[in-house]
């Protein structure tokens, strides 16, 4: 079983920078998908970023070039390194780990960190 812990989020300012730390209590050994999600005020929960099979990046448009994720397996924690960042991006950020696959599959979710850009 796995836990997952964001930290990092805030009140920031439109163009800083912000890290998002995702804490995991337990190995993440054997899932193939690590992501981020968030979802802004009033809004339907979205992808921002994902890493697929240790490799495989994948951006929402509205962050490419200006996010980046990424992840530690030494000490199971995911990242998600925001540059840039705009009145837009406001939202709760959760972290996501998960197993897809046809016939088995697991996924596990953060309870989410809060980030506001003011403008």
């Known amino acids: 079983q796995v836990q997952l812990v964001e930290s990092g989020g805030g009140l920031v300012q439109a163009g800083e920078s912000l890290r998002l730390s995702c804490a995991t209590e337990?190995?993440?050994?054997?899932?193939?998908?690590v992501a981020w999600y968030r979802q802004p005020p009033g809004k339907q929960r979205e992808l921002v970023a994902k890493i697929t099979d240790g490799s495989m990046t994948t951006y929402s448009d509205s962050v490419k070039g200006r996010f980046i994720i990424s992840e530690d397996n030494v000490k199971n924690a995911i990242f998600l390194q925001m540059s840039s960042l705009e009145p837009e991006d406001t939202a709760v950020y959760y972290c996501?780990?998960?197993?897809?696959?046809?016939?088995?599959?697991?996924?596990?979710w953060g309870k989410g960190t809060l980030v506001i850009v003011s403008s």
């Open positions: 996501y780990a998960a197993l897809t696959d046809p016939y088995y599959g697991v996924e596990y």
């Open positions: 337990g190995s993440l050994y054997g899932l193939n998908v």
